[in-house]
C-alpha cells in the first residue's frame, strides 16, 4: 500500500514517533489517521509492558513554579540511562508533568495506592472511576492533551525512547494550603 505522504506527516507530528513507526502504522490501518493513531499507542503500551521489569536508577525531577510564587510542584521520574534522562524530550516531559499535578491537584500516582477505606467508600463503579480519574495521577486526563491520561503519555513516550520510565514520585504545594 502507498502511504499518503501528507498523513505521514500528520501522524508523524502527532505523535513525535519515528518515520518507520508511522508509515507501518499507516500501512496497518490501510491509510486511516485514527486507525494508526491507536495501533500506535497499542504498540507503545506493548513496549511499555516489556520494558516493565528493567531498572530506572536514573532519571531527573521535573519542576514548575507558579508565576505568582504561590504554587509549587516537583516530580521525580526515573528512566533507564542518564543519555535519555538528558534528552530534551524527557526534560520535556517532567517539566510538563509538573504543570499537570501543579493544575490538577492529584492526591495518589495510581489507584493502587489509594487506602482501601477511601475506596470503600466509594460504593458504586462509577462513582469509584470518577473518584480514580480525578485523584490518581496515572488515570487523570493529560492537561495539554484531555484526549489521553497521563499514563498513555507515559507509554509513549517509553514507546518513543525505547526505555522503561516510571513517575516515582511527586509533590504539590501550595501556600495557605
Known amino acids: 500500500m502507498k502511504v499518503d505522504l501528507a498523513v505521514l506527516k500528520t501522524l508523524r507530528e502527532q505523535t513525535d514517533a519515528p518515520i518507520g513507526e508511522c508509515r507501518q502504522a499507516l500501512e496497518h490501518a490501510q491509510g486511516n489517521l485514527q486507525r494508526a493513531l491507536e495501533y500506535l499507542r497499542q504498540n507503545s503500551a506493548a513496549i511499555a509492558q516489556q520494558k516493565a521489569t528493567r531498572a530506572a536508577s536514573e532519571g531527573s525531577i521535573g519542576t514548575y513554579l507558579h508565576h505568582d510564587g504561590q504554587l509549587a510542584a ?13 534528552t530534551g524530550e524527557f526534560q520535556q516531559f517532567c517539566r510538563n508533568i509538573a504543570k499537570h ?3 490538577m491537584r492529584p492526591r495518589y500516582l495510581r489507584r493502587e495506592e489509594v487506602p482501601p477505606a477511601t475506596l ?3 460504593t458504586d463503579q462509577g462513582t469509584l ?3 480514580v480519574r480525578e485523584h490518581c495521577l496515572l488515570d487523570q486526563p ?8 497521563v499514563g498513555q503519555c507515559l507509554e509513549l513516550l517509553i514507546g518513543k525512547l525505547r ?3 516510571i513517575i516515582r514520585r511527586f509533590v504539590r504545594m501550595q501556600v495557605g494550603e
Not at 74 to 86: G, P, R, S
Not at 142 to 149: C, H, I, N, Y
Open 74 to 86: 516537583l516530580v521525580e521520574i526515573n528512566c533507564e540511562t542518564d543519555f535519555v534522562a538528558k
Open 142 to 149: 493529560f492537561v495539554l492533551d484531555q484526549a489521553q491520561t
Open 163 to 165: 526505555e522503561n520510565i
Open 129 to 131: 472511576d470518577t473518584f
Open 101 to 103: 499535578i501543579a493544575a
Open 120 to 122: 470503600e467508600a466509594e
